[in-house]
């Protein structure tokens, strides 16, 4: 089975800090994502990774960057935490083309973040 | 942008009734997946069930199937037999073509099962 870990179920961070959230996927998938959740307002793509140290802005990225250092890692990083980052933060995990399931997401069990 | 939409923020069923989650979206493409998420409370969010614009054939994994009009964009999930376990939020989504294949999720519905 695929197993997306975060290094974090719930955090409670001070505003203005560096905040770390963590992403480990252990099916050598090419891809990965970071995705905020928001009741209401579903998901939305706040980063992604085609490859190791290759990255691309999603549909929000303010506010946040990402570090892919070995393929297995991907990491989401708020520079400066805000009480508007409080959120559920997803991460996924998925094969690159040319595999048999390369359509399909795996997600880690999500991180809640509050910011005060 | 291809965006999603479920009307229904909230929807009850009983145990062992079908149940009918819907959802709409929006694309100029001619080849796309379609998808259904559950994010059971406090756990991990699951494929439920994937379908595949070019194929006609409506896809069914157990006690779920899907209603895909291509001509409506239209992409519904029934549940048949509904279990306690099947609540949860349910989540559709499209997968990109760009974006390293990223999905763009619907809003979600709260599917809650009575006894």
């Known amino acids: 089975d695929v197993k997306v870990t975060q290094s974090s179920r719930y955090l409670v961070k001070r505003t203005g800090e560096k905040v770390f959230l963590e992403c480990v996927q252990d099916?050598?998938?090419?891809?990965m994502f970071w995705y905020r959740q928001d009741p209401g307002l579903g998901l939305r793509l706040i980063y992604f990774?085609?490859?190791?140290?290759?990255?691309e802005k999603g549909d929000i990225p303010e506010g946040y960057s990402v570090s892919r250092e070995k393929k297995e890692r991907f990491s989401l990083i708020l520079e400066s935490a805000s009480t508007n980052q409080t959120s559920m933060y997803l991460c996924?995990?998925?094969?690159?083309?040319?595999?048999?399931?390369?359509?399909?997401?795996?997600f880690g069990p999500g991180t809640r973040l509050t910011v005060t | 942008a291809q965006t999603v939409t479920q009307s229904q923020p909230e929807m009850s069923v009983q145990e062992a009734e079908t149940v009918t989650l819907s959802c709409t979206y929006d694309?100029?493409?001619?080849?796309?997946?379609l998808f259904w998420y559950k994010q059971p409370p406090s756990r991990q969010m699951i494929l439920v069930i994937r379908q595949e614009a070019y194929k006609q054939q409506n896809a069914t994994e157990n006690r779920f199937s899907v209603n895909f009009q291509k001509a409506a964009k239209s992409f519904s999930l029934k549940i048949s037999d509904s279990q306690l376990g099947d609540a949860a939020m349910y989540f559709c989504a499209y997968r990109r073509s760009l974006s390293g294949y990223a999905l763009n999720f619907g809003k979600g519905t709260s599917l809650l099962v009575t006894p």
């Open positions: 990774s085609y490859d190791v140290k290759m990255k």
């Open positions: 099916m050598d998938h090419e891809n």
């Open positions: 996924a995990s998925s094969p690159g083309e040319g595999t048999a399931q390369f359509y399909e997401q795996y």
């Open positions: 694309t100029s493409e001619s080849d796309y997946y």
